[in-house]
């Protein structure tokens, strides 16, 4: 940076010549967002979509789902939120600022199958719910419905080259949510967890073919349980 001629310099760390590189400067943090009104959004499917280049999202507002010394930005360059049965499929994730695919609140009967997230910023799939929003509306009502994520699958996903600006990550990471099955998926070269699961009252379904690699082996998989 050149301060008195007022000039930002740019060197690309590659071999190929300057007219065989761009520089792209990411504006959106957000690129798809699917959220729900008073009804659900419902029946979406995604099949074969590139999302990238989404802005960085480490100085905005974290919030801490549960107990312990994890925090999360929820926002993702997919959203999703009070949203059933959408589905992403063989899609891929690719030089995302912060997180690339957020399940937010109610989603359920959902499926993310036969991706690829690669150099992802923060958390590649987040499942999130709102402890708030659980205690004070489903109190004393059975039949409300879940504000967490809930019944998701999560399978055949390529995760890797991820957390690059946030190091308090996972590959997949959730919180107050419940009874999402995970299998299947290849997760390495993250800086924390590959996966961890902060559950409600039950355990996640975790199948164990799920192949995990992460940079800290002793934290390849975490379970955390919230009463």
């Not at 004393?140 to 699958?153: M, Q, S, Y």
Request: glycine content about 8%; overall charge positive; hydrophobic content about 40%.
């Amino acid at each position: 940076h050149d301060t008195a001629a007022h000039k930002l310099y740019w060197w690309p760390n590659t071999t190929k010549s300057a007219e065989d590189v761009s520089l792209v400067v990411p504006t959106l943090k957000r690129l798809i967002s699917v959220v729900g009104g008073a009804a659900p959004v419902r029946n979406l499917r995604f099949v074969g979509l590139e999302l990238t280049h989404a802005a960085p999202t480490y100085m905005d507002d974290y919030l801490v789902p549960s107990a312990g010394d994890w925090s999360v930005h929820r926002g993702g360059a997919m959203f999703l939120e009070n949203a059933e049965n959408i589905h992403v499929e063989n899609c891929t994730f690719a030089n995302l600022g912060g997180n690339a695919l957020f399940l937010s609140k109610h989603v359920t009967r959902s499926s993310i199958a036969g991706s690829e997230f690669v150099r992802i910023g923060d958390s590649a799939i987040s499942l999130v719910g709102d402890a708030h929003e659980v205690n004070v509306v489903r109190k004393g009502d059975a039949t409300a419905p879940g504000l967490f994520p809930e019944r998701n699958t999560i399978e055949l996903n390529h995760i890797h080259e991820v957390g690059i600006t946030g190091k308090g990550m996972a590959g997949i990471f959730q919180s107050i949510a419940r009874s999402n099955l995970i299998r299947r998926n290849v997760l390495y070269n993250g800086p924390r967890a590959g996966a961890l699961h902060a559950c409600l009252r039950t355990s996640p379904r975790v199948d164990p073919r799920l192949s995990l690699c992460s940079g800290r082996p002793q934290r390849r998989l975490r379970r955390e349980h919230d009463d």
